[in-house]
């Protein structure tokens, strides 16, 4: 209770220094201090490696209590109610261990993907959508088939997704080979500096966790240098992460790409500065990647579903698939039995 007071005091001096000593409150028995002009249900931490100062511009709306948005702000907040608020909204952290223990990739899956990357030398970037199934009792994501949908590269750093309508008829046949959504997968260049995922690959991987499950991963693929293969990289974003993209406020930093964006103000925690009295609590807009995401180990094995021997669809090097190569595929295994031969096909 004394390190509680603390914490309402020392917001109420924050926010008095900026002229907004009504924002805060130093009531020891109904409600905590509240950030003004909050803008996502959460706070974050790591001081200036997390976190950077909002600019003076953003227009307030509701509050943040405790690390919590309001739109309409409670008068008052019982110490239950509080408690809570503060153990559950208070910080942006990265999260203490993964919800999923391993993914499995199918081999030919993986070889194909890659391997056009080696031939173009990742001077051209692709990203396919990973399904496959999950298992809740093992948290073992496994991947048995890519399906690389239209895009079109963006100078050799980049891609950008273009409306596919195959992806109507690809997800329902998933499903129909009990095969789900489980995340995505991406290639780029070995050096990006300081960090291993970008804004942008981030809430990609929140909009995939939030649209089909929280088992979604992604995993970005770079070349090993002088080796001619590529390693292969999985991740899981946090929870926090997909529950405040839920909200629609976050976007990828327009100039740094590690940075990811909140429209509405988070109340950041300052963990460095912190000490058994009080902890420092300032507003900011921006949170390193780092604190959304969680690696992952992986493994290859076998898909028992689907082969990935076909050609694809979509890549700048091959034909376009016709009737012919289906003929061919059929007339090669006619001694197979007939599923075997059509879990060939992409």
């Known amino acids: 209770m004394d390190q509680l007071a603390e914490i309402r005091r020392e917001q109420a001096k924050r926010f008095a220094a900026r002229g907004g000593a009504s924002s805060a409150s130093s009531s020891s028995s109904s409600s905590c201090a509240a950030s003004s002009s909050s803008s996502s249900g959460s706070s974050c931490s790591g001081g200036a490696a997390g976190c950077t100062s909002p600019g003076a511009s953003v ?14 702000p409670p008068s008052k907040l019982t110490m239950p109610e509080m408690e809570s608020l503060l153990n559950t909204y208070v910080r942006i952290t990265p999260q203490k261990e993964a919800t999923l223990a391993q993914v499995r990739m199918d081999a030919d899956s993986a070889e194909f993907f890659q391997s056009f990357l080696q031939r173009a030398q990742f001077r051209i970037q692709r990203f396919g959508l990973m399904l496959g199934s ?27 997704e273009i409306e596919d309508p195959l992806l109507d008829y690809v997800l329902p046949l998933g499903k129909a080979l009990g095969l789900q959504v489980v995340g995505w997968i991406f290639s780029h260049l070995k050096n990006r500096g300081d960090y291993v995922l970008s804004a942008a690959e981030v809430l990609k991987t929140a909009e995939l966790a939030a649209k089909f499950g929280p088992h979604c991963v992604v995993v970005s693929v770079s070349p090993q240098e002088g080796t001619g293969h590529s390693d292969f990289h999985p991740y899981q ?7 405040i993209y839920q909200e629609g406020t976050l976007s990828p930093n327009p100039t740094a790409p590690h940075l990811v964006h909140s429209e509405r103000e988070l109340e950041a925690v300052n963990q460095e500065k912190s ?24 493994v290859a094995y076998r898909s028992e579903v689907v082969r990935n021997r076909f050609s694809r669809l979509n890549r700048p090097d091959h034909k376009p698939t016709v009737e012919a190569d ?21």
């Open 326 to 346: 289906v003929r061919t595929v059929m007339a090669n295994r006619a001694g197979e039995p007939f599923y075997q031969v059509l879990s060939d096909f992409h």
């Open 59 to 72: 227009k307030p709306r509701g509050k943040v209590i405790c690390g919590k948005y309001f739109a309409s």
């Open 275 to 298: 000490d058994s009295k009080h902890t420092l609590r300032y507003p900011c807009h921006d949170v390193d990647t780092a604190l959304f995401i969680l690696p992952l180990p992986i």
């Open 134 to 160: 999950f298992d809740p009792a093992s948290r073992v994501v496994t991947v048995d088939c890519i399906y690389e949908p239209r895009q079109a590269a963006v100078g050799t750093t980049g891609f950008s």
């Open 237 to 243: 974003v946090s929870e926090q992460c997909v529950r």
